[in-house]
């Protein structure tokens, strides 16, 4: 038996009432957002045939789902947009080194010490 629509609404809307299940399910969509992301850089930059088209169809479906999860609770996203921001710039590092081995230079570390900053104000401010 699939879930529907509503239960995966009605499952989500229980998470977010806790702050530990908002902070999952904003982990869960940085994720889906970052490795749909990595999906098309691969089909542009590294893949051909194939691949490429699995890559487009992969990251189309990541980020469709993102949407969904992100867009599924009823919050002032605008609330969690500081430690959203800073979960995908972690978790798109996270990504960057294990799908193409990047791994972050002094300025990449440098202003994410700056976005981490700036998510901890926005979360934290009053």
Do not use: H
């Not at 930059?45 to 169809?57: D, E, H, M, T």
Request: net charge positive; hydrophobic share 55%; charged share 10%.
């Amino acid at each position: 038996m699939t879930p529907t629509s509503e239960t995966m609404k009605t499952l989500i809307a229980d998470l977010v009432a806790y702050r530990s299940g908002a902070f999952l399910i904003l982990i869960v969509a940085a994720f889906l957002e970052a490795y749909g992301d990595s999906c098309f850089q691969s089909g542009l930059y590294r893949a051909s045939g194939i691949g490429r088209v699995l890559a487009f169809v992969g990251g189309a479906l990541s980020l469709a789902a993102y949407g969904l999860v992100v867009n599924s609770p009823r919050w002032d996203f605008g609330k969690l947009l500081g430690i959203y921001v800073v979960l995908f710039f972690l978790l798109a590092q996270v990504i960057a080194r294990v799908r193409f081995g990047q791994a972050p230079t002094s300025a990449i570390f440098a202003g994410g010490a700056l976005i981490v900053a700036g998510g901890a104000v926005i979360t934290l401010w009053g």
